[in-house]
């Protein structure tokens, strides 16, 4: 069984992924042990997180305006740690994403290019052939016709005949023949 050449880039950007899961772990991890990073990037990721949740589940149930308690602190750092983590991923994943699209339309525009090319330099043949087929009617137009050459001949004879009556002397059978084939040749 023969298997194709294994795409590189995908083996790539599967490790990425892979390597992006315990990086989303370490970032959890530091989120819950420093202090500035729990406070101004956890906490109000995950405060907004549960308000909208909280919200939409109290209106499905019928309960409308009712107030919605803020998680405690301890809470919401780990709530938050976690939607860190989890947009770690989605980011990996996504700018994985991006960059499988931009290769693909990369070779995409690759290919369309060499068709291009191809499609112009079978017009650039066709009209080499196309003058070269006119070329060839032009000659084939100036070449007269067998006809003509007949009548040439007949007329050379009726001169020759004419230039031996006036100088006296008729030609004999056999250079009439041999000048005549000597011109059909040298005309072929």
């Known amino acids: 069984m023969v298997v ?11 490790g990425i992924r892979q390597i992006s899961k315990p990086l989303a772990n370490r970032i ?6 420093s202090e500035f990073f729990k406070t101004y990037i956890c906490l109000p990721p ?39 983590g989890e947009a770690t991923i989605f980011i990996v994943g996504g700018g994985c994403m991006v960059l499988e699209y931009w290769r693909h339309q990369t070779n995409q525009r690759h290919k369309e290019e060499e068709q291009r ?13 196309a003058l070269a087929f006119e070329a060839l009617q032009a000659q084939m137009q100036a070449t007269p016709p067998p006809g003509a050459l007949e009548e040439l001949r007949e007329q050379m004879q009726e001169v020759r005949a004419q230039l031996c009556a006036r100088d006296g002397d008729a030609p004999s059978a056999p250079q009439a023949v041999s000048s005549s084939q000597a011109v059909s040749t040298s005309e072929k």
């Open 4 to 14: 194709g050449a294994f795409p590189m880039a995908k083996l790539l950007y599967l």
């Open 28 to 33: 959890k991890e530091a989120a819950r042990r």
């Open 46 to 84: 995950a405060q907004l997180y549960h308000w909208v949740e909280m919200r939409t589940k109290m209106r499905i149930m019928g309960f409308r305006g009712t107030v919605i308690k803020p998680l405690n602190e301890a809470a919401a750092a780990d709530l938050g740690a976690e939607l860190l």
């Open 117 to 129: 090319a191809a499609w112009d330099a079978m017009q650039d043949e066709v009209g080499r052939l």
